[in-house]
């Protein structure tokens, strides 16, 4: 069977329904349905929009390092919709298309490539399907219509609306204090909404609107609503009941507690099992925002010299549900860190070889301190946890590397094959000008050596390359 626990740890994850941490029990005893909400593709994708991607990813390999198949399904939101949450406010994808002087089409296509490559370079595993949310306004339609048959819906001038207050179960996802949030809110844009928690599934264009975007629903030209989507989406790729929903502590609130609205109302069975969370990254200690120039693109810091995969490093350093302050310092010290990871790697590469050239049998055993690794991940993800282990494991074989690849994908094992075939000859040179105490030549091999990003050490077992970032 597949549900075998790897380590000494069954799979632990922390449920933002419960508020617990539960063991992992999926519907089926092998597949597991994952939905992850995916980026509005209106601008260059940054720092705090990859973090959420690479705990998913995460998630996945976990899932796969304990014998689950997982089925995950990204959405991305290329439909324009509204900046707040509150059904107010500018359009993000009118508004990317303005400052870029570019359709809202070709906006959402140049930011989809931009972070697709994004992605790719942080070698996250790629979703089994990418949903535009564009390719599932049919779907939209026909879910607005099963809400509006069973009388969860009301119209106004503005849009259709759903009506919170005949979903009785509404606060309960966010633990919301519907009173305060009457209080607190401001209806200003649309009067006509019953209560302050109502949200609009569908919004017709109204005279004068140059909204780009647009389809026809009730003899009128409109656009989904922010939240429609995820739940179409869900139902037409994965079915009534997932096992795991992804997104940001942000999605709590509204978002999900209004996903968690519409498709429990439509289709009476619990939209998910287990709802995953992860919290906020800030920068530089403050929130990423545009005029403060700290949300960094991976381009922006690859011309600072850091890998996207340094970034990966980093996010993996820290537990998903703790909140992150990203610095360029902390980055530094990821980096060097992945780099002694990569010469580690390289000095096993090395000795392995050795080893089997000289007919020793490697008899290092890498399986205990993989499983360990493997145990703190199944702690609800603890890959700060799994890291300190990494450090501090000795005498462990290529396979140890490997499974530790395998579940983090920190791209450690590039270029070692490339590596090794050009330091070979180069350090059997330098040990003979050693040996013959011409010094000169041993220093020239070094630089040559050194204009190939790579040194060299003297170990009691001779010379070994290292990288030197
Ligand atoms: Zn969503």
């Known amino acids: 069977m597949a549900t075998q626990p790897i380590g000494y740890l069954k799979l632990h994850l922390y449920n933002t329904l419960s508020r617990k941490t539960e063991v992992f029990r999926p519907f089926y005893p092998q597949r597991v349905k994952v939905y992850t909400c995916g980026p509005t593709v209106y601008s260059s994708p940054h720092i705090g929009n990859f973090t959420a991607y690479i705990y998913w990813d995460l998630l996945i390999r976990t899932l796969k390092a304990n014998g689950y198949i997982p089925f995950r399904i990204l959405n991305l939101t290329d439909v324009g919709h509204l900046t707040s949450d509150a059904d107010d406010g500018e359009d993000k994808m009118e508004k990317g298309a303005k400052q870029a002087g570019l359709s809202v089409w070709e906006v959402a296509e140049h930011y989809t490539k931009e972070f697709l490559s994004g992605y790719e370079s942080l070698h996250l595993t790629p979703p089994d399907r990418l949903a ?8 939209d339609i026909k879910l607005i219509n099963v809400l509006t048959d069973k009388g969860y819906t009301y119209e106004t001038r503005d849009g259709i609306y759903y009506d919170t207050s005949k979903f009785p179960a509404y606060p309960d996802f966010a633990r919301l204090k519907l009173e305060s949030l009457k209080a607190g809110a401001r209806v200003e844009f649309s009067t006509e909404k019953r209560h302050a928690s109502d949200f609009a599934l569908w919004k017709f264009i109204q005279p004068g609107d140059t909204h780009a975007m647009r389809w026809d629903y009730l003899d009128r030209p409109g656009y989904p609503g922010w939240h429609i989507e ?18 940001g502590i942000d999605h709590i609130p509204v978002h999900h507690t209004n996903e968690i609205a519409q498709s429990e109302a439509a289709f009476d069975r619990q939209l998910a099992k287990y709802w995953l969370h992860c919290n906020h990254l800030t920068s530089e200690g403050q929130k990423i925002s545009k005029s403060l120039g700290n949300g960094y693109t991976l381009a922006e810091l690859s011309q600072k010299g850091f890998s996207p995969l340094d970034f990966k ?28 990871w990569r010469n580690r790697l390289a000095a096993c590469y090395q000795a392995q070889l050795f080893s089997k050239d000289s007919g020793v049998a490697n008899s290092q055993d890498p399986t205990t301190s993989l499983e360990q690794v493997k145990y703190a991940v199944n702690d609800d993800l603890n890959s700060a946890a799994a890291f300190a282990i990494i450090d501090q494991a000795d005498h462990v074989s290529l396979d140890f590397w490997q499974g530790i690849e395998d579940l983090f994908d920190l791209d450690l094992f590039t270029d070692i094959e490339a590596a090794q075939d050009f330091a070979l000859p180069i350090l059997e040179e330098r040990a003979i000008a050693r040996s013959e105490k011409d010094y000169q030549k041993s220093d020239q091999l070094r630089d040559q050596l050194a204009e190939h990003n790579l040194t060299v050490l003297d170990s009691p077992h001779g010379q070994i390359w290292q990288f030197l970032s």
């Open 132 to 139: 535009k949310a564009t390719g599932y306004i049919a779907e």
């Open 230 to 247: 995820c739940s179409s989406i869900i139902h037409a790729e994965l079915g009534e009941t997932i096992d795991i929903h992804t997104g």
């Open 313 to 340: 490093m980093w996010v993996l350093q820290g537990h998903y549900r703790s909140e992150r302050d990203f610095s360029l310092a902390n980055l530094e010290a990821a980096k060097i860190r992945r780099l002694k």
